[in-house]
């Protein structure tokens, strides 16, 4: 069994910044710090699946503002990371509270029965112009992406549909293929806008 490796905090920022050890250093950002933010978003009504993308969210956020050099060191790395979930969280309850708003609005409003025809078809649209750029990922990558996103599998569901070691495994695997879906989309702000909610 290999030794886990271990970073201070300013060996982590140069092990992402280099890209040379990346893989290992988002395995240690998830040991290190992914219990302590999972129980806070717990604590504010969060569910395990709310605080696994929440974490893993803030820590795609923290790696690209270490990336783009703009990491001060001002904080330490748990801490700063703390401070980027507990905004996505409190973004994330606003976002549903206002959809929430939204939808009983909604339902208020329309004649009671109408069908909701114009929603289902724009759904299905969209999630066929993601099944397409998902296609274009790789064989692994749609897996992956597809039980998690379409079948709403958790990470624990996935490790038996797929040959992954463990959790942590495919929760890596599932942050590459977003990064890679992420660069797919990125060049056409339309495709991108349409796909944001499914997405997140």
């Not at 696994?52 to 330490?76: L, T």
């Not at 897996?143 to 942590?168: A, D, R, S």
Request: net charge negative; with cysteine; hydrophobic share 35%.
């Amino acid at each position: 069994m290999k030794a886990e490796v271990k970073y201070t905090d300013v060996e982590l920022i140069e092990a992402i910044s280099d890209g040379t050890e990346l893989n290992k250093a988002i395995q240690f950002i998830y040991r290190q710090h992914a219990e302590a933010t999972s129980s806070f978003i717990r604590h504010y009504g969060g569910s395990e699946q709310d605080a696994d993308d929440i974490f893993q969210e803030a820590v795609v956020a923290f790696i690209d503002v270490v990336r783009k050099g703009k990491f001060r060191m001002e904080s330490n790395v748990r801490t700063f990371l703390a401070s980027i979930a507990k905004n996505c969280w409190f973004n994330e309850l606003k976002k549903r509270e206002r959809a929430d708003h939204r939808n009983r609005q909604f339902e208020m409003d329309r004649p009671q029965d109408e069908p909701d025809v114009a929603e289902h078809i724009n759904d299905l649209e969209r999630k066929k112009q993601l099944r397409d750029l998902v296609d274009g990922l790789g064989e692994s990558c749609r897996k992956i992406l597809l039980l998690f996103y379409y079948e709403n599998m958790t990470m624990k569901e996935i490790l038996y549909h797929l040959p992954y070691e463990n959790e942590q495994v495919v929760r890596n695997k599932k942050y590459k293929c977003l990064q890679q879906l992420t660069g797919l989309i990125k060049d056409n702000p339309a495709i991108a806008r349409q796909m944001q909610e499914i997405i997140k």
